[in-house]
């Protein structure tokens, strides 16, 4: 199974556990549920978002509007606008953080 995960959704989900949870976590690009017996892949996380909306204009492909009411306004988009703030500061902070991620979470060392 691929899923979309693209590299913010990866920072996010970093912060939302370290901020909220007290680890440092976040989900592998390639899972193995051997419940289900089946792998999951995430062939985009290192794709900025901009660019996966770039190419989906480019090539008119549909948008589907996230029907979830808290789309938005949730702890995620605190995230977003973390990142956002701290890219301003620093050009290379995403950049910083995903190179912290791929060395320092053990399940990144695939």
Excluded at 35 to 57: F, M, N, Q, T, W
């Amino acid at each position: 199974v691929a899923l979309g995960h693209h590299n913010e959704d990866v920072l996010e989900t970093f912060f939302l556990s370290l901020f909220y949870e007290g680890r440092l976590n976040c989900f592998s690009p390639l899972t193995y549920l051997s419940r289900r017996d089946i792998h999951v892949i995430r062939p985009l996380i290192y794709v900025p978002e901009g660019e996966i909306k770039r190419i989906a204009s480019h090539l008119e492909l549909p948008i589907v509007k996230n029907p979830c009411p808290m789309d938005g306004v949730s702890k995620r988009q605190d995230m977003k606008e973390f990142i956002d703030q701290k890219k301003k500061e620093d050009k290379f902070f995403k950049t910083k953080i995903m190179h912290a991620i791929q060395t320092g979470l053990p399940q990144w060392k695939t």
